[in-house]
């Protein structure tokens, strides 16, 4: 099967760390690997990045690896949620994340609950602090970022359309009108921009996408998606494989029907 232009995301996590999963997963065409530092140890986040490093190598290829940074979030419920009161995005706990982040040589950073371009000039200082290089991703989930969203396109290497947060921050019914205004700022802007968030819910239980679901991926890669992200769907699932195979076919297929549009991925940036 070819590759698609737009990358594919998969989050790693239980259901998709070990050697037989993960190299299956890279052979359907993951492009960029996230780990999610809300949960874990180091030394769980070693491993895979040992991992994804190791399989990918073995394939000749190279699989970036996204450090999510989980930001002021706290437990609401059966959920986390943004803290209210926290003054900045960056947490002391993502500062120490990004030790261990440095010690990695972790290739992309992603910030959680951007509000400004401050926010994102504060982590790129940290970084310096460190000797860390890497392209930092805003994730755009907040109302206040909205507000200040040309500035955090100008400020980050690229952008996330993280639609779980920012669904409880926005109407729902607004959040694909909000998705397409963010894709076509950062289009013309030239930075990479992710879609994330329950695209393919529905394959952490069945090997199959919903109608719905496919339609969202493609509508997502025919707005201008430089990349498509599974979440849960590839990291605690039932089907991780197939959720990885099913989102490139959609993802292949949407592409014929672009129209000769321009693609900014985030594995250009290296």
Same mark, same amino acid.
């Given at each position: 099967? =070819? ?10 996590? &239980? ?28 030394? *769980? ?9 190791q399989i990918a190598g073995e394939a000749g290829r190279h699989? &970036? ?11 609401? !419920? ?36 951007? !509000?400004? @371009?401050?926010?994102?000039?504060? #982590? ?16 755009? *989930? ?11 396109? @100008? ?8 639609? !779980?947060? #920012? ?5 729902? *019914? ?32 069945? =090997? ?34 197939? @959720? ?15 129209? !000769?549009? #321009?693609?900014? &991925?985030?594995?250009? #940036?290296?």
């Open positions: 099967m =070819p590759r698609s232009r737009a990358d594919i995301v998969a989050t790693i996590g &239980p259901a998709s760390e070990s050697i037989e999963v993960l190299r299956a997963m890279i052979e359907h065409h993951v492009d960029v690997a996230r780990l999610n530092f809300s949960w874990g140890s180091y030394e *769980e986040h070693e491993r895979k990045i040992l991992l994804v490093r699989v &970036p690896i996204i450090q999510d940074l989980s930001g002021p979030r706290i437990q609401t !419920g059966a959920t986390h949620g943004f803290n209210s009161e926290a003054i900045e995005a960056l947490t002391d706990k993502d500062r120490a994340d990004l030790d261990f982040g440095t010690t990695q040589k972790i290739d992309l950073v992603a910030l959680s609950f951007v !509000g400004n @371009a401050r926010d994102v000039e504060l #982590l790129r200082d940290e970084m310096a602090k460190r000797s860390f290089k890497a392209p930092i991703i805003a994730k755009i *989930e907040r109302q206040v970022a909205l507000d200040h969203i040309d500035e955090i396109i @100008a400020a980050a290497d690229a952008l996330m359309v993280a639609r !779980g947060d #920012l669904g409880n921050e926005v109407p729902l *019914e607004q959040i694909p009108f909000v998705q397409r205004d963010i894709l076509a700022r950062a289009n013309k802007a030239g930075k990479p921009v992710i879609v994330a968030t329950q695209m393919m819910l529905s394959m952490t239980a069945q =090997p199959t996408p919903t109608r719905a679901e496919v339609t969202d991926v493609a509508h997502a890669i025919l707005e201008g998606a430089d990349a498509v992200m599974l979440s849960e769907e590839s990291a605690s699932g039932k089907f991780p494989v197939e @959720a990885v195979a099913a989102m490139e076919r959609i993802v292949l297929e949407a592409e014929k029907h672009a129209d !000769g549009r #321009l693609y900014h &991925p985030l594995t250009a #940036l290296f």
